[in-house]
């Protein structure tokens, strides 16, 4: 609120301005480089629909009219000397017509005629995805700007020294865009700026410590980087900080212990970085401190119980770290009153503090990964709060029906505890409910009608319980509810087609399900994610799967499935993970299997992230066969790093399709447990990202290809039991392996991984003996030769007079000459 009323207060001044009478146009220089500007935009941006204008916001820029009357355009007052006017302001936020989802990106280029506007005081290019490089030159010619908003676009680089030395500037927002390079020291020639915006950007390195020098700094805000290194202690000669936003960077080392003295400070966010020591003393100090937020970092010692004298406080969120409570401390009387109280994983012991029912004010609570105990309190139940999470702990008992009365509640998180009991018929009087998690505890009977009624719920997960029945709650097909996960529990009957057409998550494995897959799976037009595994489901596989072109992950293993696999697949362009495992499939592999696009390039797509709405959230693992385990792959943050091909434990038969070789982008490949023939096609050489390789249990023949020592990830490799015959590979990757096991049973293999000689190096039994009888004469003849040799020489010597009985000569001893001087 506060920016706002900034970005506000600066607007107005400006638009002051706007509404005076015009007596004098707008200079022609300025006025030809904005119409330059439209032309520069029309002319290097291509229109998806030429039928529809892109900046129909700019249809008031012509040559006839006088720019000061032009939208987004904002004049000064008349010079009382010259009567000029000039352009101070351009409001050129989100300038193209949305037609896409995609939004429209503009060359930055487009950008240069304004440059020559050197009267400008504010300029906003936000939310244009503007590509390219930042123009150091052209923003140093704007030397008056106060106010200069890049946000959202799609500048790349570094930021350029010269914006740091626009000495008027104010107000900087540079944040959602790709640029890089660390924050230089440049930033001590803003000697006036009051707002630093970088927030979202790949800023790296260190903070440099002449941040201390901008003393008229008020607000810093340079959160999602990826800052490095200490936080300097310079920070702390900015007496007028009221805001220092650092949340979700590398970060290191201890917090300035006196950054307690900054006075002005209301909001202080530290979360999401690797800081460790204490939390300062000093803290206590700033009186007019509002908003604390140090989650998710390696601060260690005892919670401090002063954090609750200060009478401002309304956000405290220090969980997440390595701190504990301390258990002297028995009851705390806060003087303040909390809006949001985050003390996750901070030791607490016992049931749930009831000091926390003093806080009237409380909106958000979360106290996960504890180990509270006892049932879940009336008291808390009466508070109507807004968001509860109390997951990873050792509650036990029925959940109170009050707590359901709630019209404020939106998030209750109680996964992972000991509750039991049915779940209250009421629940779906909390109509205000976003997200509902209720997985791993014990509840049991069916899940109630009323749930349908909470028209706002996004987010359902009763998974891992004992819920169990075949009917199933009807939402309205236009509801907003998109994941859900009734996994691991004891539901049966068909197959429920009850959830809204916005459904892209739905996971009902480990259950009782049983008959064909229901032709109603094609209402979910948007549906990302379907688990089925570990059912009973019978029938073929139908042909109208083939409709659910959104369908990332497709997993059936462990049913009944048969018939052949429909070959249009392959218009599941999306497909990154795909599971027919353990089931009855027969036939041949469709080549067109291979055209699977989401396993090819194996796109970074959306997936459901580990935070929804800035909360914390653990989502079930997907459960697949990895590197010969039964494991769940995290779907925190993302899957998009996985696309598996999993068809193992069927009766396919037939040869591998060469086409498969195209799906350079899976990791894990298995067939295995098939009835497949023919040779292992060298095309597999080309699955670049592949890590597991398992093509065991089937009627393979021939050689191995020499194409797989080009597998340069591949750490298991699974050629066992079929009829191959050769030398296996070397080189690369197949020189490790070497694990017997994975070649055992081909009757035909050779070679170093498993011991085992080739013929080709081993010589005919013929050459060997002769070789050894040649051996045996060379041995014989120096036996023989070495004594017969030694008599002759004896003899020639005596005979040339060397062993003469002549008397012996007088050895003749030659001193050596002395040297000249």
């Given at each position: ?7 506000h ?5 400006l ?11 707008c200079p022609?220089q ?9 032309h ?6 291509i ?10 916001s700019l249809?008031?820029?012509n040559s006839?009219?006088?720019?000061c ?22 409001n ?19 950008l240069?005629?304004?440059f020559s ?7 906003d290019?936000s939310?244009?995805?503007?590509e ?15 106010y ?10 570094s ?38 915006k ?5 800023l ?12 008229m ?8 980087n ?12 900015l007496?007028?900080l009221?805001t ?7 970060f290191?080392m ?15 966010a530290?979360s999401?970085n ?17 908003q ?17 004298d ?9 969980g ?28 607490l ?6 000091w ?8 958000f ?15 808390l ?6 968001s509860?999470?109390?997951?990873d702990?050792?509650?036990w008992g ?5 707590l ?5 509640l939106?998030v209750?998180?109680?996964?992972r505890?000991?509750?039991f009991g ?21 509840f049991?009977?069916e ?12 987010l ?27 996994s691991?529990?004891e ?7 009850t ?12 259950n009782r ?21 570990n059912?009973?489901?019978s ?11 959104t ?5 059936l ?32 592999i ?33 459960v ?5 385990s039964i ?7 993302s ?10 434990g069927?009766h ?12 350079k982008?899976?990791?894990l490949l298995?067939l ?6 023919g ?15 398992d093509?065991?249990?089937?009627k393979?023949?021939g ?21 191959l ?5 070397v ?6 392996m ?6 055992a049973?081909?009757?035909?293999l ?15 039994a013929?050459?060997i ?8 004469f060379?041995?014989l ?11 002759l020489?004896?003899?020639l010597?005596?005979m040339?007079?060397y062993f ?16 000249r001087?």
């Amino acid at each position: 609120m506060a920016d706002l009323h900034f970005l506000h207060v600066h607007i107005q001044i400006l638009v002051f301005f706007f509404f005076l009478p015009r007596i004098f146009p707008c200079p022609d220089q300025q006025k030809q480089a904005l119409l330059l500007f439209k032309h520069s935009l029309l002319s290097t941006t291509i229109s998806p629909n030429t039928s529809i204008p892109l900046f129909s916001s700019l249809d008031s820029w012509n040559s006839t009219s006088d720019c000061c009357h032009w939208k987004r355009v904002v004049c000064s007052s008349p010079n009382s000397r010259s009567r000029m006017v000039l352009v101070q302001g351009l409001n050129l936020y989100s300038l193209a017509l949305r037609i896409t989802d995609d939004p429209l990106p503009l060359d930055g280029k487009a950008l240069m005629p304004l440059f020559s506007i050197r009267s400008l005081m504010l300029l906003d290019l936000s939310s244009n995805f503007f590509e390219g490089k930042i123009s150091g030159v052209g923003f140093g010619n704007l030397s008056k700007l106060v106010y200069l908003d890049l946000m959202q676009n799609k500048f790349s680089g570094s930021i350029p020294p010269q914006l740091y030395r626009l000495q008027y500037l104010q107000y900087l927002d540079m944040s959602s865009n790709l640029l890089g390079g660390a924050l230089t020291s440049e930033v001590r020639f803003l000697v006036n700026l009051r707002v630093l915006k970088l927030d979202s950007n790949s800023l790296i390195g260190k903070l440099p410590k002449e941040i201390g020098n901008l003393k008229m700094l008020q607000k810093l805000f340079i959160r999602d980087n990826n800052f490095v290194g200490e936080i300097p202690t310079s920070i702390v000669k900015l007496k007028s900080l009221e805001t220092l936003d650092m949340r979700n960077n590398n970060f290191a080392m201890e917090i300035p212990s006196d950054i307690g003295n900054l006075p002005n400070m209301t909001y202080l966010a530290l979360s999401n970085n690797k800081l460790n020591g204490t939390i300062p003393t000093s803290i206590q100090h700033m009186e007019k401190l509002e908003q604390l937020e140090l989650e998710n970092n390696l601060l260690e010692g005892h919670v401090p119980i002063w954090l609750f004298d200060m009478k401002g406080l309304v956000d405290l969120l220090i969980g997440g770290n390595l701190m504990s409570w301390n258990p002297n401390v028995k009851n705390v009387k806060p003087k303040c009153k909390l809006s949001r109280l985050s003390l996750k994983s901070c030791g607490l012991i016992g049931q749930v503090p009831t000091w926390i029912s003093s806080q009237t004010s409380l909106d958000f609570l979360d106290l996960s990964k504890n180990k509270l105990e006892g049932t879940f309190p009336q008291w808390l139940a009466e508070m109507d709060l807004g968001s509860i999470i109390l997951s990873d702990n050792k509650l036990w008992g029925p959940l109170p029906p009050r707590l359901f009365e709630s019209l404020s509640l939106s998030v209750l998180d109680l996964s992972r505890n000991n509750f039991f009991g049915e779940l209250p018929k009421n629940i779906g009087n909390a109509n205000a409910i976003m997200l509902l998690m209720l997985s791993g505890n014990n509840f049991s009977g069916e899940v109630p009608k009323s749930i349908s009624n909470i028209h706002r719920l996004l987010l359902l997960d009763l998974s891992r319980n004992r819920l169990s029945g075949d009917t199933f709650p009807v939402f309205d097909p236009g509801a907003f509810l998109g994941y859900i996960d009734y996994s691991s529990n004891e539901f049966m009957g068909e197959i429920p087609t009850t959830f809204p057409r916005q459904t892209r998550l739905l996971s009902l494995s480990n259950n009782r399900f049983s008959g064909s897959l229901p032709k109603n799976l094609t209402n979910w037009t948007l549906l990302e994610h379907l688990d089925l595994h570990n059912n009973n489901i019978s029938g073929e596989l139908p042909h109208f799967l083939s409709e659910l072109s959104t369908l990332q992950i497709l997993s059936l293993r462990n049913n009944s499935l048969t018939g052949v696999i429909p070959k249009s697949i392959s218009k599941l362009s999306n497909l990154q993970i795909l599971d027919l495992s353990s089931n009855d499939i027969v036939g041949e592999i469709p080549t067109e299997i291979g055209e699977l696009k989401g396993m090819i390039e194996t796109p970074s797509t959306f997936y459901l992230s580990d935070t929804f709405f800035n909360i914390g959230i653990e989502f079930n693992d997907l459960v697949v066969n990895w590197k010969k385990s039964i494991i769940g792959l995290p779907t925190n943050p993302s899957l998009d790093i996985y696309a598996l091909l999993d068809l193992s434990g069927n009766h396919l038969s037939g040869e591998i399709p060469t086409s498969i070789g195209n799906l350079k982008g899976i990791k894990l490949l298995n067939l295995a447990y098939n009835n497949l023939s023919g040779n292992i096609p060298s095309s597999l050489g080309k699955l670049e990202n592949v890590e597991t390789l398992d093509l065991s249990h089937n009627k393979l023949s021939g050689s191995i290809p020499e194409s797989l020592v080009n597998l340069q990830d591949l750490t298991v490799l699974d050629l066992s039991n079929n009829e191959l015959t050769g030398r296996i590979p070397v080189g690369g990757q197949m020189s490790t392996m070497n694990i017997p096991s994975y070649y055992a049973n081909n009757s035909g293999l050779c070679g170093f991984q498993i011991q085992q000689p080739c013929p080709e190096d081993e010589q005919p039994a013929e050459s060997i003996e002769e070789e050894e009888k040649q051996q045996v004469f060379s041995w014989l003849g120096t036996g023989i030769g070495f004594p017969v040799g030694f008599v002759l020489a004896v003899l020639l010597v005596y005979m040339s007079g060397y062993f003469s009985p002549i008397a012996p000569r007088k050895r003749i001893v030659r001193r050596p000459r002395r040297r000249r001087p």
